[in-house]
């Protein structure tokens, strides 16, 4: 019968970020997995700026690459510039950063996502679910989908990564048409249906700024700003970034900017309400900045070329939805932009969300079983949020479509995926969420260099990881445990370090001493002794690095080096997970009736009748929920 | 639906024979369990929240038990935040069992020890440091520790952490939104205010925690000792030191091995006295075993009064003081309204900074002795509380103890030269060990050692 032709594992709708990464995962289980794309050429497409990581979302993405995930492979191989960004405080909060070249990233997305055995493409979008009633706790369980243009695909997981499709309406000053990207359109139907079956959606609003010819830019009034030498790359698995790497230029706005934009600010479709969704605060748009920090008179501006061969440069910090001859007027009073050619003009797009408190930690929804979501119809922003998202619902969906089973979430302790998706089921969110390292309360054990560590036994458990991969990891754990029991059981005498530590600039010592309390030192590197061949007894580091590669033995020094300096605060912040973790393993039944413990607040009541926390940990930190409130569900629960 | 909380019911006043005795019965359902056995002109059910009603509580069958007043609190405005009943009935024990038994074949369940208190704490009416002090006050066993205990029911040490840790809040926020700001190079907290901010809260600290040596004294008392030689005078001095107290203090017991003879109150506070035998070289085995034993109280003591006779012909020496091995004994020189009258030159204890001379008998330097005493015990004296709250309880010294060695490595991690998110990573964790405190983080284990501590109907 050609209505049920159609039959699947796992649909997923739409393929930026969020769906490319959930599609793979999903197939690399085992699953048949359909991809529905308005566009297929749009594949991975970078909507705002072409770049990948920065501060937290570096973090994600080392998680998503240590995990099993695609997107630092992709960003790697098609990377023109790299830097480790913070470098001037701690390495919990290093994070890598790279610019892309934007149709390279999209075609190398699309390429490897054809590349997977059991991915099956449909350029349409889903604009409705059929539903079963679900097991409990379940209200509803989902057996398919139901395309524009009237395919009906019956699946046992849909994983909805819309992006910014839903209802999308684009705004430049007061005209506004409907797309959820530049040239691209929108998609309607599926909002409505969800909230037949009792959905809440809400609205967001994004914005990207205007791009400019780099042609038209005055360079050298500009100041150009080089990759790292070298360059590191954001994949564990890649040896080394062997891409041409070109510059990026800093600016800054000056007075006459802000003179020039606020004149439009009664043509601005924020300030005149047009725009009902909330922006995000911390990543404001220029007249936001002018507007709240007005004692400010020169905002950053970063001019990132968006490619090798492309004129087309991204004007970061600039992000705008202006009148377009506004727009101009502002970019031209700007340091090396007075000539500068507008190619096209910022814009901001409005778009539904769910708030994603109506998802479980596995991002599965707590109304429908094998309905999932991921990305910005959570409620975030940023490429890597969306990926990381998509991962995890790509797996869900994956164990899901098996039927039963244990499902899979990252816990806060384990990484920034696990704060973040935790961020949004508890917290719920009113304004687009973006990762930070504020968010991350276990930062000093979640570092960018450790993600590997932390995650990819879990990848390998799943099936996602390969099993290079995983002898790699395991050779790098043994050598860590070599080194560091040779830094420690190694005495050096005065004569043969002092030289060195002069060297670098600290004290020099008396009496032998153990290395391992030098390395503590923060002017000495390990890598630095390293090079100390008298240090070493004959053959000890042959040994423990047992024929290693560079890059893979680098990691191991820095693995030993990092721990060691930061020794007390490593383990200090151990207690804490343990202490906090009792929490995190308390769980509540899904079907718990709030109404049924009497000594709760009624506002707390409210929070967690609606929330539906799945653990007293995920419960203390719903805001509303009263320290009281907690104690009264333990002792609910235990009696 | 029925609520799964039960109501519970319990005698609140003391065991034995009184005036009144009176029920507490708390819980969704105790107005209507009482309501079933009371015979008054008009049901509890329609009384207004704070009013008392006469009446009569009958058993099943219809017999009147006794003639009662009950008053009633609805929710939220009751002490433990549900809708309470008191039932006042006569005192004595047999007629607030037959009360209590009566409710308790209504539907009420028995309470267990501090369940009354536990469910004020579930329902937000106090923390967990308010609900400690209940128990601490109805243990109190001077003035001093009443008041301490009540000032810490009305929230003053909560409030005093929370002002701390609005403060390290604060701080911790701005070092951690640093963080996220890589490129700019800026700082949101200049270092110099987190160095100061560390010092304050370190000094709140400190002086909560240097108040636990006085707090503990005033809610367990003092243990003083009284030695010298045999007729020295020692029990003139205690008696003088009796008719001195200001009131009358009885013992718990079962609190110490020690056998006390007396208590004292002096400035609010609870001197236990222990009398022991002097301390003279012998070779009998039995007197031997009580210089022991002697040895060992005066080791134990926190204050140890040696009275010496200044008529006597044979002195202690500093070193005989000495070897008790303590700072906390005060030399008695006993009987100067004598020794006025003598023409004896001054002896070489005298010299003893500790030494104080006293007439037992004309009660000349006593006030002087009380006041020594005191200052030995607590350090300072007892009405010298308006700089902070005091200290009482242990667990409560321990969590100021680890949340102060966390600003600690905090400050050392400044001075250090450490960057924001090892800051953050110290003053979270004091932030997070004081949150034990008012029970904002609370496992069952730790309600259940609070909770236990306290008397069945509290």
């Known amino acids: ?110 390429k490897r996502l054809g590349s997977i055995e059991g991915i099956a493409f449909l350029e349409d979008a889903v604009v409705d679910v059929a539903v079963e009633v679900g097991p409990k706790p379940f209200p509803h369980k989902l057996v398919g989908v139901v395309t524009a243009k009237g395919k009906r695909v019956s699946c046992r997981s849909f994983v909805l990564s819309s992006g910014t499709f839903m209802r999308a309406i684009m705004h430049t000053g007061l005209t506004h048409e409907k797309g959820g990207r530049f040239g691209e359109g929108a998609s309607y139907g599926l909002t409505e249906r969800l909230e037949s079956l009792g959905f809440v959606s809400g609205r967001l609003k994004t914005g990207t700024p205007p791009r400019v010819s780099l042609e038209s830019i005055d360079l050298p009034a500009v100041e150009p700003q080089h990759s790292d030498s070298p360059p590191r790359p954001l994949s564990f698995s890649t040896q080394r970034i062997e891409n041409r790497l070109i510059p990026m230029y800093l600016t800054y706005t ?4 802000h003179e020039a934009l606020r004149r439009g600010f009664d043509r601005s479709p924020m300030f005149t309400g047009r725009i009902k969704g909330v922006g995000p605060r911390y990543c404001p748009s220029i007249e936001d900045k002018i507007n709240r920090f007005a004692d400010k008179d020169r905002h950053q501006i970063y001019l990132e070329p968006e490619g090798y061969e492309t004129d087309t440069v991204y004007v970061n910090g600039f992000s705008t939805s202006l009148p377009e001859e506004v727009q101009l007027e502002g970019l031209r009073t700007v340091q090396g932009l007075e000539k500068v050619r507008m190619l096209r003009p910022g814009y901001a797009v409005e778009y539904d969300f769910f708030p994603p408190h109506q998802a479980s930690a596995t991002l599965e929804t707590k109304l429908v079983m094998g309905l999932f979501f991921a990305g910005q119809i959570n409620g975030t922003s940023g490429y890597e949020e969306a990926a990381g998202q998509g991962l995890i619902a790509g797996i869900n969906s994956a164990l899901r479509s098996r039927g039963g089973g244990e499902m899979f979430h990252v816990k806060r302790s384990d990484g920034y995926l696990g704060v973040m998706v935790d961020d949004l089921v508890t917290k719920s969110t009113e ?51 070599r080194l560091s029991t040779l830094t420690s059981r190694t005495t050096v005498a005065p004569s043969t370090i002092n030289g060195h530590l002069e060297a670098v600039g600290t004290e020099t010592i008396d009496a032998p001493d153990k290395l391992i309390r030098l390395v503590k030192r923060s002017e000495v590197s390990l890598e630095g002794l390293l090079g100390v061949s008298e240090l070493w007894s004959e053959g000890a580091l042959d040994f423990a690095r047992e024929g290693m590669d560079e890059r893979t033995w680098s990691e191991v020094v820095e693995q030993v080096d990092i721990e060691a300096k930061y020794e007390g605060y490593v383990s200090r912040q151990r207690e804490q997970v343990l202490r906090f973790d009792s929490f995190e393993e308390q769980a509540i039944p899904g079907d718990l009736d709030y109404d049924r413990i009497p000594s709760l607040s009624s506002e707390g009541r409210e929070r967690l009748s609606r929330m539906k926390p799945e653990t007293i940990g995920q419960a203390s930190r719903i805001s509303g929920v009263t320290s009281s409130d907690v104690s009264v569900l333990m002792v609910f629960l235990k009696e | 639906m029925k609520p799964s909380i039960d109501t519970i019911v319990a005698i609140a006043t003391p065991p034995g024979e009184g005036g009144i005795a009176v029920l507490r019965v708390s819980g969704p359902e105790a107005v209507a369990i009482v309501d079933r056995r009371f015979r008054a002109p008009t049901p509890l059910a329609s009384a207004a929240s704070h009013t008392a009603h006469v009446g009569a509580i009958c058993d099943a069958a219809g017999e009147r038990i006794d003639q009662v007043v009950c008053t009633v609190f609805r929710a939220p405005h009751s002490y433990t935040g549900e809708d309470v009943v008191e039932v006042s009935c006569h005192g004595g024990t047999l007629t607030s069992r037959r009360v209590m038994g009566v409710l308790l074949e209504t539907g009420a369940e028995m309470a267990r020890p501090g369940e009354f208190t536990k469910r004020a704490f579930l329902n937000g009416k106090m923390d967990l440091a308010q609900a400690e002090a209940v128990a601490e006050l109805i243990h109190a066993r001077s003035d001093a520790a009443r008041r301490i205990s009540l000032e810490q029911l009305a929230g003053r040490l909560s409030s005093e952490v929370q002002t701390l840790r609005r403060s390290l809040m604060d701080a911790v926020g701005l070092l951690e939104l640093e963080l996220d700001f890589a490129e700019d190079g800026y700082e949101f907290l200049d270092r110099s205010k987190i160095r100061e901010l560390l010092n304050d809260a370190g000094s709140s600290l400190r002086r909560l925690l240097e108040s636990y040596r006085a707090g503990k004294v005033f809610r367990d008392g003092v243990k003083l000792v009284l030695t010298g030689a045999p007729n020295a005078g020692k029990s003139s001095l205690l008696n003088a030191l ?147 709250a005091t200290v009482t309880n242990a667990r409560h010294y321990d969590v100021l103890r680890r949340a102060s060695r966390s600003l600690t490595l905090a400050l050392e991690s400044l001075e250090g030269g450490k960057t924001g998110e090892f800051l953050a990573l110290d003053i979270r964790e004091a932030l997070n060990t004081l949150a034990e405190l008012t029970g904002e983080v609370t496992t069952d284990d730790i309600m259940n050692a609070v909770f236990s501590k306290f008397c069945i109907g509290k």
């Open chain 1, 1 to 110: 019968m050609a209505v049920s032709e159609m039959k699947y594992d796992v649909v997923v709708g739409g393929a930026g970020h969020a769906g490319l990464e959930a599609a793979m995962a999903a197939a690399r289980m085992g699953a048949s997995v359909l991809v529905v794309t308005m566009d297929c050429k749009a594949i991975g497409r970078m909507s705002c700026n072409p770049a990948i990581g920065g501060t937290a979302k570096g973090h994600l993405v080392r998680e998503i690459d240590a995990l099993g995930g695609e997107m630092a492979k992709i960003a790697d191989a098609t990377g023109i510039h790299f830097r480790m960004l913070n470098l001037s405080k701690g390495p919990a909060v290093w994070s890598p950063r790279c610019q892309n070249d934007r149709e390279a990233y999209s075609r190398e997305a699309g």
């Open chain 1, 254 to 257: 000056s007075p006459t900017t």
């Open chain 1, 431 to 481: 304004e687009p969420y973006r990762m930070f390292t504020s968010r991350a309360e276990y930062r000093l054990l979640l570092r960018q260099d450790n993600a590997d560590r932390r995650l990819t036994r879990m990848g390998a458990k799943l099936g996602l990881v390969e099993s290079a991969t995983l002898a790699r990891l395991d050779a790098k754990e043994r050598a860590i445990v």
């Open chain 2, 242 to 388: 009796l008719k001195e107290s200001r009131a009358i203090v009885t013992e718990v017991p079962g609190t110490t091995r020690d056998v006390i003879e007396e208590g004292l109150s002096i400035g609010g506070v609870l001197f236990r006295v222990v009398d022991t035998a002097g301390l003279r070289p012998t070779s009998d085995p039995v007197e031997r075993e009580g210089v022991e034993r002697a040895h060992e109280q005066l080791r134990s003591a926190d204050v140890v009064i040696w009275v010496v006779d200044l008529m006597a012909p044979i002195q202690p020496t500093k070193e005989a003081i000495e070897s008790i091995g303590s700072s906390h004994v005060i030399v008695a020189l006993n009987k100067s309204d004598v020794i006025a009258r003598s023409s004896s030159t001054r002896m070489d204890i005298e010299d003893d900074s500790r030494a104080l001379r006293i007439s037992a008998k004309t009660g000349d330097g006593i006030q002087r002795l009380e006041e020594e005493m005191l200052a030995v015990a607590v350090g300072r004296t007892p009405s010298d509380n308006t700089e902070g």
